[in-house]
């Protein structure tokens, strides 16, 4: 649903306008034009990136992807539990509520202690100093550092989170000394696909709520489990 006291301007302000001007207070936007508007935006850039991606692919310019690590991990995870922990730590504090923020702090640290111990996010190992490090993290957030971050202009979050979310993925390849002019022009292109798939999940955020985003993330990597 639309705000009634929103100016028509603001409500039909579409992605390319909102990059130049990226805002957090605009009024939601779920009406079925609005909906596949981000959806065709979203798609197309996947479809042209995946294009240029495939062709680099098939001149055997890709680097190592070190699938051999990641080979045991199930489609269903691959396709729901990946695409809601990214936009959870991507795109959810994005609206930048005291609460939402206080949540993605604490939830953010006790996920980066326990990546950084090399334990999965189930395992108790560690447990008695993870979770207390997150509640600290979640409560300096909710105390002082929300304020702090209010002062910051929205545009370097949306930006800086989609930068993120790019050079994040480039962790799914091997670097050595294999890496060629070619694979490195790959990796470019890689890294452009990811931090455009940012920037729509992003506007999807702001323009059609924290769901939103995390549907067309699933649905983007339904094709890795059919």
Known sequence: MVSSDVKDGEVNKGFLAFLLHPREDMPFDNRPLSLFRTCCWYFGLNIL????LVILVTLDLSPDTGSDSTKDVPLWKVMLILPLVEEFVFRLPLRRKRWIWTVWAG???FMI???ASGLKIYDM???VWRLPVAMVV???MGWLGW????????GWLFYGFALMFGLLHLSNFVWGDAITTGTFAFLILYSADKITSGLVLGYARIRHGF????LLHVLNNLPFVV
């Open 107 to 109: 939830i953010t640290a």
């Open 138 to 140: 979640a409560g300096w």
């Open 211 to 214: 769901w939103m985003c995390v």
């Open 113 to 115: 202690t326990t990546l």
């Open 49 to 52: 990136m995946t294009v240029g």
């Open 125 to 127: 190992e560690s447990l």
């Open 147 to 154: 304020k702090w971050m209010k002062k910051i202009l929205f």
